[in-house]
């Protein structure tokens, strides 16, 4: 597996990754209509805005390829946040994929980035609620739950998000 930096004709394959990873994980959190109808014309939106040179916010993004391809990316806004810091919005390893040590290697290398970067500010990103798997991961990489917000997800239901910060990336690296 090689973790590189993503480039715009990376964006098919990221936007179907994380459609995918939606339907998976947020089955029973989001409405089966959306998850089969719209979460891929959605989320290639989503990414083709992120990589059309647009957008004012600050970005990196990465992704773990196999020889089987995409296998998992992670997006990071740097130092989004005066408090907690780095806001790291989207980590997804392929369906089928999880478990094998995909997603806490891009999690570890988007915080050696930010080491290597000079951030000297923490990391944090929001989870539901309900998506347990997930909170399960962020815990044992020893995020620390320090609130909640109400969230609309684009299904337009509401669910609660908690948020995971690490106060140093640092802790992060293999």
């Not at 989207?90 to 089928?96: D, Q, Y």
């Not at 290597?116 to 929001?126: A, D, E, H, M």
């Not at 609309?152 to 509401?158: E, K, L």
Request: aromatic content about 10%; some cysteine; charged content about 25%.
């Amino acid at each position: 597996m090689i973790i590189r930096d993503a480039t715009a004709s990376d964006v098919v394959a990221i936007a179907k990754l994380h459609a995918e990873s939606w339907r998976s994980a947020y089955r029973s959190i989001l409405s089966d209509d959306y998850l089969e109808k719209y979460v891929d014309r959605e989320r290639l939106a989503v990414w083709k805005e992120r990589f059309s040179g647009t957008s004012r916010k600050p970005m990196f993004v990465m992704v773990a390829e196999m020889t089987s391809g995409l296998a998992g990316f992670v997006c990071v806004f740097p130092e989004e946040d005066a408090t907690f810091g780095s806001f790291l919005d989207n980590l997804h390893v392929a369906p089928g994929l999880t478990g094998q040590g995909i997603g806490r290697k891009l999690l570890a290398e988007s915080a050696g980035r930010l080491v290597t970067g000079g951030s000297r500010v923490g990391l944090y990103l929001w989870v539901m609620e309900q998506n347990y798997g997930a909170r399960r991961f962020y815990e044992r990489a020893g995020a620390e739950v320090v609130g909640s917000t109400l969230n609309t997800m684009p299904d337009h239901q509401q669910v609660v998000a908690l948020r995971c910060y690490w106060p140093e990336p640092r802790t992060l690296l293999l």
